[in-house]
């Protein structure tokens, strides 16, 4: 007997439906943490889960705008974060004070965002399920 | 003496340490994600602003543009390209790493 997707995606717990908050706190390409998130939350819209992104710290450096990387010879991998509209991954928050203590405006910024105070951020993290950082 | 630095001043003290110990004759080449710290606004402007009455410092052309950073940064501050890097290698008698 051949196993549908459906029926392989039943025993394997599909169907549950949890909130994921991917929450990025480095820079990028000084480390491969920024790109390695960025393909986990691509991975992860595939099983239809409900999920966020967050932005602090250093993570903020990742959605600024205007990056070429042809001199690094690296991969640029910033429009991809423009492609998560495409992969229903609609929520990015960015931390207010993250921004301010690096003197960067979201308009900035390399795609539309939700910047939230730290309070609200912290809210946002104790409504998930599953909270995996980079 | 060249202090190169590649980290960023928010994620280790390497910045301000190489700044603390940086002295006249000398010159600081910021690489990597330490090109954050020659920009305006962060958190270690006044200490970058501080230091280039005293010598120069440089920061790495290819990374401040693969950050998108290349219009934010600190007057004063030389960006070099890699040509740049290996110039500043051979001119001074000593390099230090700050990790």
Not at chain 1, 35 to 44: A, F, H
Not at chain 2, 2 to 14: A, D, F, G, M, T
Not at chain 2, 25 to 48: K, M, Q, S
Request: aromatic residues 8%; negative net charge; proline residues 3%.
């Amino acid at each position: 007997m051949t196993e549908t997707r459906d029926q392989i995606a039943e025993q394997a717990g599909g169907g549950v439906h949890k909130k994921f908050m991917f929450v990025n706190r480095k820079a990028p390409y000084g480390t491969i943490y920024a790109l390695e998130g960025l393909e986990v939350v691509l991975i992860s819209a595939a099983f239809d889960q409900d999920v966020s992104l967050a932005f602090l710290d250093d993570g903020v450096y990742q959605l600024v705008k205007g990056q070429q990387t042809k001199a690094l010879e690296v991969k640029n991998f910033s429009p991809t974060y423009r492609a998560l509209e495409g992969y229903d991954v609609e929520k990015l928050y960015v931390e207010r004070e993250s921004l301010e203590a690096r003197g960067i405006r979201e308009d900035q910024l390399l795609v539309p965002v939700q910047v939230v105070g730290a309070e609200e951020m912290a809210q946002l993290m104790d409504q998930q399920d599953v909270i995996i950082g980079f | 003496m060249l202090h190169i630095v590649n980290k960023s001043p928010y994620e280790r003290n390497s910045v301000a340490s190489c700044l603390a110990h940086a002295r006249k004759g000398g010159a600081v080449l910021l690489i990597e994600d330490a090109v954050y710290a020659a920009t305006r606004g962060n958190v270690a402007d006044g200490a970058i602003r501080k230091a280039l009455q005293e010598l120069p410092v440089y920061a790495l052309g290819p990374d401040l543009e693969a950050r998108g950073m290349q219009a934010n940064v600190i007057e004063g501050v030389q960006v070099v390209d890699f040509g740049g890097f290996v110039d500043l290698v051979a001119e001074h008698r000593t390099s230090q790493s700050w990790l």
